[in-house]
């Protein structure tokens, strides 16, 4: 069955709605024989997106003319909207009561600009007068999602959905699909051995207490004697075999640097090639952890691009931010000027959740060009140490924290996990919860 959607209003920004249809009919929830086009009279069935509502007696989508039609942000928010037991938003100028999705032959917002704002990350983009976080990108705490509570939700996916049920009806939602990834920011904690001195001095400067010295002293011995492996080694657990559910399987590598965030081990180390074969070993995928400032710097990423080629014997085709530091104005050209093919940098440092307001893969749009880019993005939903941090702020076990937000998301979109080897320091307690629930999740997957 096709879908036109039927414009007969001139508005300046036309390209934005035709990159909702492109991505509308790219969605894997999207069954084959659902298609949709714009302005095709030979369509099965047409809906009329336009401001008028007397258009046509066929169906109609009232157009907004927020996003479509200007670049700046509105006073905006997010109204939530019944069909068939579940709640969906809208993205309005103008605050709601709930009320039906549809109404006679009308949908009661205009879907398509809600979904545009959302995956086009609009109002990070245009955020020249908002404050920033240390990553480069809008607070947190100001995205539209996250002021409505509604980031632990795909609110886009489930927009996708309701559409597709109003013309297929005994549409059933698929189950979600997972894909696992590692950021390599360390090698080891305790190596070279010098490396404890400096952990008893940090300790007592963030006044961490006599029994986190202990802790650290008594692993160190151990591992002088052979008894454990150092904190951070946790690759050959970390790594999971090719036996499970994934869809895909990631580890990012860093090879280079300019500032005391980054070169935190040399790409020349010979314990490198070893996790990088043993990774391969187990069906991993390679990708680039550009430094802090390769996002910004194309010289600099294409440095680190050439030593990770060399490194791998691969030509790099993905990529995930170090500090998960994307830059609107020029990452993302960056990604395209160097040939990447999928970045995965858009997610919450501080929450889970769907900043993008979808889980699967898409393309990102290029407001410079009114085009999308060449590149897909792979958003990021669920991170360890972004876990760490709610579970912390908001007083929640770490286990129950994720369980319980892998547990709503069952059914109808794609969750992206990224668990650091790091993470699961047996000197800390949330790196000994973190591995608890880590082994549960590998045993999970086992197929």
Not at 84 to 113: A, C, H, M
Not at 196 to 220: M, P, T, V
Not at 262 to 280: F, G, V
């Amino acid at each position: 069955m096709n879908i036109n959607i039927r414009t007969r209003e001139q508005f300046p920004f036309r390209a934005r709605l035709a990159y909702v249809v492109r991505f509308l009919n790219r969605h894997p929830l999207v069954p084959g024989e659902l298609t949709f086009s714009l302005d095709d009279e030979s369509a099965d069935r047409q809906i009329n997106y336009s401001t008028d509502p007397k258009a046509s007696s066929d169906m109609l989508i009232p157009a907004q003319h927020l996003f479509f039609s200007r670049t700046a942000i509105p006073s905006l928010c997010c109204n939530p909207y019944e069909w068939r037991g579940q709640t969906i938003y809208s993205v309005e100028d103008s605050e709601k009561n709930l009320s039906p999705f549809t109404k006679e032959q009308s949908i009661q917002f205009d879907i398509f600009e809600a979904i545009f704002y959302h995956i086009s990350r609009y109002e990070e983009y245009f955020n020249d007068d908002q404050p920033l976080n240390q990553a480069g990108w809008l607070r947190e705490d100001l995205h539209l999602l996250v002021r409505n509570n509604l980031e632990k939700s795909p609110v886009v996916d489930q927009l996708v959905i309701a559409l597709i049920r109003l013309f297929l009806e005994n549409y059933r939602i698929p189950p979600t699909t997972y894909s696992l990834s590692h950021d390599l920011d360390f090698l080891f904690r305790f190596k070279p051995h010098y490396r404890i001195l400096k952990s008893i001095i940090g300790n007592i400067y963030h006044q961490r207490g006599w029994q986190k010295i202990k802790k650290d002293l008594f692993h160190w011995s151990q591992m002088i004697s052979g008894k454990v492996k150092d904190p951070y080694d946790t690759f050959d657990w970390l790594f999971l075999d090719g036996s499970n559910t994934l869809a895909s399987k990631h580890l990012y590598i860093m090879t280079g640097g300019n500032t005391p965030y980054d070169n935190q081990y040399a790409p020349s180390h010979p314990y490198l090639k070893q996790i990088i074969d043993l990774a391969i070993s187990r069906g991993y995928q390679l990708g680039l952890h550009p430094s802090y400032n390769a996002g910004l710097d194309e010289q600099l990423f294409l440095r680190e691009k050439t030593v990770f080629e060399n490194l791998t014997n691969r030509s790099l085709k993905t990529s995930r931010q170090h500090w998960l530091r994307f830059q609107w104005q020029h990452t993302p050209t960056i990604l395209t000027k160097l040939g990447l093919a999928r970045d995965s940098s858009i997610g919450y440092s501080r929450r889970l959740g769907f900043r993008c307001g979808t889980g699967f893969p898409y393309y990102l749009y290029d407001f410079k060009k009114e085009d999308e880019f060449e590149w897909q993005e792979l958003p990021l939903v669920l991170m360890d140490s972004a876990a760490i941090h709610e579970a912390m702020a908001e007083g929640m076990d770490l286990a129950t924290l994720i369980t319980g937000f892998l547990e709503r998301n069952r059914v109808g979109t794609h969750v992206e996990l990224n668990f650091h080897n790091s993470n699961f320091d047996p000197t800390i307690v949330q790196g000994i919860a973190l591995a608890d629930y880590y082994e549960k999740f590998r045993q999970s997957l086992v197929s």
